[in-house]
């Protein structure tokens, strides 16, 4: 299209739910804000109990406060705007505000993919090496994977960002989303997209698949160490060391995988929206439920804390 023949968009309009009646995006919206604080809170928690208290001062509870710290971001990127579409019918979001937003929104996701491939391998680690496990683990060690596990989100974000803010846009300016994602960003550019749409799909492979394929190796080896074991209750206290990463990894990668790999013909912008919400809204709140309900350490953690604060002596609280 010849450049005189569109006009320069300065900002967009998130449509998100605005088809739904006033009562139901209420509610919606009621739902969302408890969800929002429950997950601020909860992760906000973990990260002050794994600093605070020297009982979780180890490799597995430094990359989970590493993990709470990206919740938390991928958090502030998401909702508090969508919560704002909610309220508006249609809410505006500026050109370099959608741009931001995009860009947090990769890089906080890429960072997750690896973060959770390097817990695989530190549990891999704990159960296979379990003997090694404090020199292969050290603090030097931990720093660099966990250094590693954030960088490739700014590449990939920086690239995919700037390559389609690039483009021209063109007629509406109406983004079928409640976050600047980019599909529905993709579909208002006025220019042959064909080779971003490549890249992004070929990226988004790599993104997705070179952890999971690490944290299946990481699990086909751990599965593997713990059928030798011969005691009925030393594969359960094996197994329940890695169940909340496991149950973490399968709520994240199903999520994603169901929004970002099906046909195009079975994906709707609604059902899409659908499926955004179960790993930006849902999965970020089940986090740290699941790793405090299913760990003693944090919750024995959770009680010596809270006797600290009310300064009274601690009772026994659980025993392993």
Request: aromatic share 14%; net charge positive; hydrophobic share 50%.
């Amino acid at each position: 299209m010849a450049p005189g023949n569109w006009t320069r968009v300065t900002q967009f309009i998130l449509i998100s739910f605005s088809s739904l009646p006033t009562e139901i995006q209420s509610l919606l919206f009621l739902t969302f804000l408890i969800i929002y604080l429950i997950t601020l809170m909860g992760n906000s928690l973990i990260i002050l109990l794994t600093v605070a208290d020297p009982m979780l001062h180890s490799p597995m509870y430094f990359f989970l406060r590493n993990l709470s710290f990206m919740e938390i971001g991928f958090n502030l990127v998401v909702v508090p705007k969508m919560l704002g579409t909610l309220l508006d019918k249609e809410t505006t979001i500026s050109f370099l505000g959608c741009a931001i937003q995009m860009y947090f929104f990769f890089f906080f996701g890429v960072a997750e993919c690896f973060l959770l491939a390097t817990m695989a391998y530190d549990r891999y680690v704990a159960i296979c090496s379990p003997l090694q496990y404090p020199v292969i683990m050290n603090q030097r060690t931990c720093a660099k994977l966990a250094a590693a596990s954030w960088f490739p989100g700014f590449p990939v974000a920086t690239v995919q960002t700037a390559w389609l803010f690039s483009f021209p846009f063109c007629g509406t300016n109406k983004v079928n989303h409640f976050f600047c994602d980019s599909p529905p960003v993709l579909r208002l550019v006025c220019a042959d997209t064909a080779p971003f749409e490549v890249y992004a799909i070929v990226g988004t492979i790599l993104v997705v698949m070179i952890p999971c394929l690490l944290i299946l190796c990481s699990y086909t080896h751990i599965t593997a160490a713990i059928l030798k074991i011969p005691s009925a209750k030393g594969k359960q206290k094996a197994f329940s060391t890695c169940s909340s990463h496991l149950l973490v990894v399968s709520l994240f990668y199903v999520s994603l995988s169901l929004t970002y790999f099906r046909p195009k013909s079975n994906n709707s912008p609604e059902s899409k929206k659908l499926l955004s919400l179960s790993y930006t809204v849902v999965t970020p709140m089940l986090n740290p439920i699941i790793y405090s309900l299913r760990n003693k350490e944090v919750k024995n953690a959770l009680g010596r804390t809270f006797y600290k604060v009310l300064q009274k002596p601690c009772p026994l609280v659980s025993k392993k």
